[in-house]
């Protein structure tokens, strides 16, 4: 798209933030989003229609949901009010109401869109309250949100507003941006490795992009730089900048160093990785997904305590956020590396897969089929199953789960480590005794 803007009057540009002074005025300067507001997107498309609706904006931070909100009020001339989900309450919604009554029964008859940003974060009865006014059409009701909206809007407001979802900006898109700022003259000369520093910084967030080349920007004219290097933009910058590029190859180093120490049962090095990757900027929620990971794949039934914990630990973080959340990742981290190892059910699931992509699609036996009705009774589904409960110890030795002729495959073979020490020893009491059911079969007269 094309990045040419009007820039705002100088009187008040000068002490506005570059986020700002950047903000489109138009559809045409929107950087990025294209699979929502491309000629023929959804989202291009309500624009052009000329009629508002409701809808939720979701997607990460920084990708543009309060400048495509802003500019949806003012493609309809409608009346703007930006309400804080963080700071606000049913107080703030009144008021909305309050004003879009004005608007709607003064001599403009002017349309208000309401804004919500981090709708997620109010309650029930905070985004029930919107519901009538919505149905109404007293105003356009527009959400934005970081959270999968399934999970944290009403399902009454959900069903009355359309879903976008807002993409993180790309390595091509935020590029544009830094070329923006120094079209507006707002960033001297920069070589291109320092454009790729804090492209992989901004990790697709435009906000943050903006806001560290406003730093920049500061810093250069204090010192009267020329032009920006990469050397003289790490010194500058310090801690606040990632010491590896997320989604580059020294990102995938650091977790593979963490998953390895893990793995390796050594906790010192666990956690040493663990706090290199949330110093370095990882997203904590990215961690909580690979510790479940961790705990699936190299633990399993050696100990199933850590699945569990390892979800406590997403769940923990979730509520407490940064950085007291970040402890309970810790906990995790030390747990997985000293409980006991086994990668059985990692390997039984892979061998599982491999066979049956190359395998056949074998029919279900009929006495394990299920017969809901009469007639699949009278074709004998379900007939000659044995109950497992009704039989000793509450298992039918001899009987066979498999598809007919298909030998067992053996997937599973747990290790002699933690919990699948006891499993080890139940599968093979159990093999026994199938072994000793088979062999005392009566033939069929």
Not at 280 to 301: C, N, T
Request: proline share 6%; net charge negative; glycine share 8%.
């Amino acid at each position: 798209m094309s990045t040419s803007r009007s820039s705002p009057p100088p009187s008040t540009a000068a002490h506005q933030p570059l986020a700002e002074r950047l903000r489109p005025r138009t559809l045409g300067e929107v950087i990025g989003q294209q699979q929502v507001l491309g000629p023929g997107m959804p989202l291009r498309l309500a624009f052009e229609s000329g009629r508002p609706h409701s809808c939720i904006l979701w997607g990460p931070p920084g990708v543009g949901k309060t400048t495509i909100a802003r500019l949806m009020a003012d493609a309809f001339d409608a009346q703007f009010i930006s309400i804080s989900a963080v700071l606000g309450g049913v107080k703030d919604i009144r008021e909305a109401v309050e004003r879009a009554e004005l608007a709607r029964d003064g001599l403009m008859q002017q349309r208000t869109i309401v804004f919500v940003d981090e709708v997620h974060r109010f309650n029930k009865s905070q985004q029930d309250a919107f519901l009538p006014h919505v149905e109404s059409g007293l105003f356009t009701f527009i959400g934005a949100t970081t959270e999968n909206p399934s999970f944290e809007v009403n399902s009454a407001l959900l069903s009355r507003a359309a879903v976008y979802v807002l993409q993180p900006l790309s390595a091509e898109d935020l590029q544009q941006l830094v070329a923006l700022a120094q079209q507006q003259g707002a960033l001297p000369a920069i070589e291109q490795a320092a454009i790729d520093r804090l492209v992989a910084y901004a990790d697709g967030d435009a906000r943050r992009l903006l806001n560290t080349l406003e730093t920049l920007a500061m810093a250069a004219a204090q010192e009267k730089l020329s032009e920006i290097m990469d050397e003289w933009l790490l010194k500058v910058l310090g801690e606040r900048m990632r010491r590896y590029d997320k989604g580059g190859e020294q990102f995938y180093d650091t977790i593979s160093a963490l998953h390895k120490s893990v793995r390796g049962s050594d906790p010192d090095a666990a956690l040493y990785w663990l706090v290199r990757m949330l110093d370095g900027g990882a997203d904590p929620r990215y961690m909580a997904r690979r510790l479940v990971r961790m705990a699936s794949e190299d633990i399993g039934l050696a100990d199933p305590r850590a699945l569990r914990l390892a979800l406590d630990a997403a769940e923990g973080y979730e509520r407490l956020g940064t950085p007291e959340g970040e402890l309970a990742l810790a906990e995790c981290v030390v747990y997985l590396a000293v409980a006991p190892k086994s990668n059985a059910v990692y390997k039984a699931y892979n061998a599982a897969r491999a066979w049956v992509k190359q395998d056949g699609t074998r029919p279900v036996p009929m006495h394990l089929r299920n017969a809901p009705t009469k007639l699949m009774k009278q074709l004998d589904y379900g007939k000659g199953y044995r109950y497992a409960h009704d039989e000793e110890d509450g298992f039918a030795a001899g009987e066979n789960y498999l598809p007919e002729g298909m030998a067992q495959p053996g997937f599973y073979q747990p290790v002699e480590r933690g919990l699948e020490i006891k499993i080890a020893q139940k599968l093979r009491g159990l093999r026994e005794r199938n072994a000793i059911a088979d062999d005392t079969v009566l033939p069929e007269e």
